[in-house]
């Protein structure tokens, strides 16, 4: 599969930094970059071109950078940009270790090429850190399902986490999911899914069927019995997405 073109929303009230952001953006594979003077702006942009990254000017107006970056984590867009907030040295940020916590990056502004090139990777599908929220209710999700025991489980777990950041990946499951999961666990794709598959079927024999309608209700093939890897992910991965509106 080719690859697909990375695009990324650049906001700040610098029309000279957001040049050079742009730039550094373009060298570092990004083929599409827009641009936003102030929040309100940024976020309708992050809304109607759901970007890859999302690098954000901590002076941002209106309210500030932190604003924008936390409005843009509530909100349950099926691709979720890798958060990059700009912040001057020497000022206090409050928020710095929530941020971090919910997997954004912060560094200093202005940023050089390497900083924003550790963050963007900090903060990528296959690295950025999952929120405490989020792991604790996924796993809550596959223990009701009886996934439980088998290497496939945390197949599922990371899986799910990717799904979760970017739906699109559920449409791409043997050339862009497997793959993805499969490097994060040093195993191959089509391990990847034979293990997955193995652990719903244990799921499906053992656990409660009670328990696994709820959650899938008529969303799986009546004669089939029980849900395909890919049905698996993008299922849970829309529960959760979902639980935030």
């Known amino acids: 599969m080719a690859a697909r073109e990375k695009t990324a929303v650049v906001a700040d009230p610098s029309r000279p930094e957001r040049d050079r952001l742009r730039g550094m953006l373009g060298e570092l594979g990004f083929a599409r970059v827009l641009e936003a003077e102030d929040g309100l702006e940024a976020m309708r942009l992050v809304e109607s071109a759901l970007p890859d990254a999302l690098l954000i000017s901590a002076t941002l107006r209106p309210g500030d950078g932190v604003w924008l970056a936390q409005a843009v984590m509530k909100r349950p867009f099926p691709v979720r940009p890798g958060i990059v907030l700009l912040h001057l040295p020497g000022l206090l940020l409050p928020q710095r270790a929530r941020l971090s916590a919910a997997g954004a990056a912060v560094i ?18 296959a690295n950025r850190r999952l929120p405490e929220a989020f792991r604790k209710r996924r796993d809550e999700l596959l223990d009701r399902l009886g996934v439980v025991g088998h290497e496939g489980r945390a197949y599922l777990e990371t899986a799910v986490g990717y799904a979760w950041l970017d739906a699109r990946l559920s449409r791409s499951l043997t050339t862009a999911l497997y793959p993805l999961v499969g490097r994060r666990h040093g195993v191959s794709a089509r391990k990847v899914e034979q293990s997955m598959r193995y652990a719903i079927e244990l799921a499906w024999k053992r656990g409660r069927i009670d328990e696994q309608y709820s959650i899938f209700r008529g969303t799986i093939d009546a004669q089939r019995g029980k849900p395909t890897c890919g049905e698996m992910i993008a299922q849970l991965a829309d529960i959760l997405r979902m639980e935030e509106v």
């Open 108 to 125: 200093d502004r202005p940023a050089r090429r390497a900083e924003l090139e550790a963050a963007l990777a900090e903060t990528d599908v």
